[in-house]
């Protein structure tokens, strides 16, 4: 058991590894290293959520019981063992069970309210999850989660058949006799614990008042970790909503589920935040990022507990220490981790080094004045159609508007984004069709809203800044009536050097998006010419008087 368990931790750090090369490793550092200090308090919220873990439990258990401060130490102890390891995110709470009994708590009460804990709280994850699938469905950007969250919900739906089942199958009398008939026939004393267990839930679920209190807690739980979420999300640069964050704490907590078997769903998790993040306009490696700070409080958080958890059984915690064997291989594991941890940083902090290593990481130390240089490049090239809108036709307007798009935008990388899945099974000739189109699509909705816009210029003092791992060229359009407007955009490298890959209106509305919005799931079931051809019908559309 533990060899597989081991061998399902490397698969799943594989996988982490993989996800994150293959994003860029250099930017989910950046991104993560944005963070800073300010991952202590996403580590104190996340103390929380267990000690109030430790409310819930509490309820659960007939008095008399052990003092609320036993259950919020025990509840630490569990969540410390299933989140660093190897026990396949359940073992904790066998051990919480054995530990709760040393409080004079019953074997067969100190089972039950564990298990019922964790019915309450998978129920209580249903009922979160459901909301956020309700929320992301209303982005309209559901499609490339579906099937991972109806999984996710397949894995926790047993909670919520569970609360009617367990009591019902344990109090059959057949399930006393066959107990009886295995310990006679194996000597498995456990085994006979199972009326004790019986037992145990019935008194437990015939108190509604703790059950109604233990569910409450829960959800009240689940939702103090979309504080730690958003929180999170804004010290990475991104501007989330309190919407948005729901969903990604809720369908990331499903897509977990989903990796039940392997410790600490490695890979899993990093694998359902890209998908997520992407259905709200995040970029894979600020995913990979978010994942990564929410696994922070896992060790900071989660090493404390294990150390509790030998003390509380009686035993050194430096006792391996005193094994050459296991001292070995303690020490092996710690230098491998801290090499790992010094190529991280050398990638970051050399970053023509790390580019020969990451081709997605070129031309990273290209100056900030070639960046300025291509906005400022686009802008010129707009200005006298953006000063003259009213006097042009629509079509003029595009005209002026195309060619300066094209130079300066990312289309390649934009058109992907807004196509959804499906773009890698496309030939290059679609590829280049459909971004062309899309090109097209860009200038003409850029043409449409000049209609009746006065502007008499931009601001020449443009300048390249940082949010989370983005670079963003911060500029603003002059208008003839009112404050100025703010423009800037989200610069991207590719092998011709800067190009533009988002721009944020009024600072924070992102263009990318709501071109997303619109345009995925044209090519829906592989159809590209039908996909295609509403694509081009769209772009006219904004043309026509």
């Known amino acids: ?121 998978t129920a209580t994850q249903v009922v979160f999850t459901l909301i956020g699938v309700t929320l992301l469905l209303r982005s309209d950007m559901a499609g490339d989660l579906s099937s991972t969250v109806v999984f996710g919900l397949m894995v926790m739906a047993p909670a919520l058949a569970g609360f009617w089942l367990a009591p019902r199958l344990l109090a059959m009398g057949w399930i006393d006799r066959l107990a009886a008939g295995v310990e006679k026939r194996t000597g498995w004393g456990s085994v006979a614990a199972l009326p004790a267990l019986r037992a145990g839930l019935d008194g437990i679920l015939r108190h509604r008042s703790g059950l109604a209190i233990a569910l409450a807690w829960h959800m009240f739980i689940w939702f103090v970790g979309v504080v730690e979420t958003w929180l999170a999300l804004r010290m ?72 509790v958890w030998r003390r509380m059984e009686g035993k050194n915690p430096l006792a391996f220490l005193q094994k050459p064997l296991a001292f070995r291989r303690a020490a092996l594991i710690a230098v491998v981790c801290l090499l790992a941890a010094a190529g991280f940083v050398a990638i970051v902090r050399y970053a023509p080094f790390g580019s020969a290593l990451l081709p997605v990481e070129a031309a990273w130390a290209e100056s900030a004045d070639d960046a300025i240089a291509l906005v400022k490049g686009l802008q010129d090239g707009q200005i006298d159609v953006v000063r003259r809108a009213s006097e042009l036709t ?61 502007v008499k210029g931009f601001e020449r003092d443009a300048k390249l800044v940082t949010r989370g791992d983005s670079s963003v060229v911060t500029s603003r359009m002059i208008l003839a009536e009112g404050p100025p407007a703010s423009i800037d955009y989200v610069m991207r490298q590719t092998v011709k050097g800067w190009r533009i890959g988002d721009i944020l209106a009024n600072g924070s509305i992102s263009e990318l998006t709501q071109w997303r919005r619109s345009l995925r799931g044209l090519a829906a079931g592989g159809d590209f010419s039908a996909g295609l051809a509403v694509l081009r019908q769209r772009r006219d559309a904004f043309l026509t008087p």
């Open 1 to 121: 058991m533990k060899t597989a368990a081991g061998l399902a931790l490397v698969l799943g750090l594989m996988l982490f590894a993989g996800l994150t090369l293959y994003e860029g490793a250099g930017e989910v550092a950046r991104a993560f290293a944005s963070v800073g200090f300010g991952v202590l308090w996403i580590a104190l919220i996340r103390l929380l959520q267990t000690g109030l873990s430790g409310f819930a439990w509490e309820a659960l258990v007939p008095r008399p019981r052990p003092s609320l401060w036993i259950f919020c130490k025990l509840r630490w102890v569990r969540e410390s063992i299933n989140t660093l390891l190897p026990v396949a995110q359940v073992g904790g709470d066998v051990f919480g069970a054995q530990l709760l009994r040393k409080y004079n708590v019953g074997g067969g009460v100190a089972a039950a309210s564990v298990l019922v804990d964790l019915l309450a709280q």
């Open 394 to 454: 629509l079509r003029q307007r595009f005209d002026g508007l195309r060619p300066p798009i094209g130079a300066a935008f990312d289309l390649p990388a934009m058109a992907k984004t807004c196509y959804g899945p499906g773009w890698d099974e496309l030939t290059g000739a679609q590829r280049d069709e459909w971004t062309q189109s899309f090109g097209d699509y860009v200038a003409a909705s850029y043409a449409a809203r000049m209609e009746g816009l006065n």
């Open 236 to 307: 990475l640069g991104e501007h989330a909503s309190v919407a948005v964050a729901v969903s990604i704490e809720s369908l990331g907590h499903a897509v977990k589920a989903a990796g039940l078997l392997i410790p600490g769903a490695w890979g899993v998790q990093e694998g359902g935040y890209i998908a997520l993040c992407a259905a709200f306009g995040i970029g894979s490696p600020t995913a990979i990022a978010l994942s990564l700070v929410k696994r922070i409080p896992d060790f900071l958080c989660g090493i404390p507990g294990l150390w």
